[in-house]
């Protein structure tokens, strides 16, 4: 039953809240064994994908949008560790889901003639749900975020170039299109993180897409002036503690609500504030790399002119240039767009630009608009 549907500007909707029933039943799908899905062809496999709602998992690169059904990408990359802060053990929350995530890998081998890349952490440990999973080449990814970001994998391993395809799988997807074949059931149960320094008690709840986070954080919050965050803090949706986890995410990050002024701002000297740069009154680099501190949702600013200060390059570990990326997006100049990598990136692989931006540019939104620029001409 619908409750309720949520419109913003234009009529667009935002939210469509549906009525959970008591007992979950399931609308059954054709079952397949080992032998019938090596026999399956592409088209059954598309039909049964789609009729069973996990079509959505599939992500094409460029662009960062669902994949459409006719295409033939040049190759799958599946990216099995996430380097956002405070992610979720992504092997966790496929415990017990070995053979369903197996399954996946066979389903999803029909649609590429190319290689199915599943990269792992390089200074962990292989989990047992990826480990010997056939049909795929293996590729040991080291570093700090954004190491973790399909994007920056597929440019060190097989970049997408203008006309090029790529598709991107999470680890939660591949597992969900298996089950689907092996139980004939769309799965929507879930493992998510509940982190935060907000949070008193750091935990996982296993629950369901597009759940109500209400329960989640209910009693477990050390104070009521927070922002509740579906998804991380570089690229999460700020959905409030009546909201909703969004379709892709499996962790609920709670943080301070920073919207209390401070006596002098940035220029009263202190070391409690973290920042990426050295400037005057912020004094975090003699901490060290490794203390912890407790950031809020303030942005200690308003948008300025876009300041050049070559500090974007340090933290994307692609071979583009990031400002000038942004400022032909800006400029609405394809060609400068296209020669400036736009077809490698998305929202997430620039998240970082925006954390550390002197200038407070929305630079995800500057990203978004570019893509959809290029799609839409």
């Known amino acids: 039953e619908i409750v309720e549907v949520k419109r913003g500007a234009k009529r667009k909707i935002l939210e469509i809240k549906i009525l959970a029933d008591k007992e979950v039943e399931f609308e059954t799908f054709t079952k397949f064994n080992v032998s019938d899905i090596q026999n399956l062809s592409k088209e059954d496999a598309t039909a049964q994908m789609t009729k069973g709602g996990v079509w959505g998992n599939i992500i094409q690169r460029p662009y960062g949008i669902v994949a459409k059904e006719e295409d033939t990408p040049k190759a799958i990359f599946i990216s099995a560790f996430d380097t956002h802060p405070l992610a979720a053990d992504v092997a966790f929350t496929l415990k017990g889901k070995e053979e369903a995530f197996a399954t ?91 982190a935060g320094s907000e949070v008193s008690t750091p935990q996982y709840f296993k629950t369901y897409t597009g759940a109500a986070v209400n329960k989640l954080v209910e009693g477990n919050l050390k104070q009521d002036h927070v ?30 609500e920073g919207d209390q002024p401070e006596f002098l701002g940035w220029i009263k000297p202190q070391k409690e504030r973290l920042s990426f740069h050295r400037a005057w009154g ?25 300041v050049q200060t070559g500090t974007f390059e340090q933290v994307v570990p692609m071979d583009i240039y990031p400002t000038y990326l942004l400022k032909a997006i800006l400029a609405e100049d394809f060609d400068d767009m296209e020669s400036l990598g736009i077809y490698e990136v998305v929202e997430e692989d620039l998240a970082l630009c925006e954390f550390i931006d002197v200038s407070k540019h929305d630079v995800q939104k500057i990203v978004r608009e570019g893509l959809e620029l290029m799609q839409n001409g």
């Open 227 to 256: 922002r509740v965050i579906s998804g991380n803090v570089l690229t999460g949706e700020s959905i409030g503690k009546e909201g909703y986890l969004g379709f892709y995410d499996n962790l609920l990050t709670v943080i301070p």
């Open 104 to 194: 996946g890998i066979s389903i999803l081998k029909k649609f590429t003639q190319g290689k199915i890349h599943l990269n792992t952490d390089l200074n962990g440990e292989v989990a047992s749900v990826f480990a010997n999973v056939g049909e795929v080449e293996n590729n040991k990814v080291g570093g700090p975020h954004p190491a973790g970001n399909v994007g920056v994998q597929i440019h060190h391993i097989d970049p997408v170039n203008k006309g090029d395809i790529v598709w991107t799988v999470s680890p939660y997807g591949v597992a969900q299109i298996g089950t689907l074949f092996l139980e004939g059931k769309y799965d929507a149960s879930r493992l998510v993180a509940v």
């Open 282 to 306: 912020l004094f975090s680099f003699l901490n060290g790399k490794n203390k912890e501190y407790v950031l809020d949702s303030n942005t200690n600013g308003e948008p300025r002119a876009f």
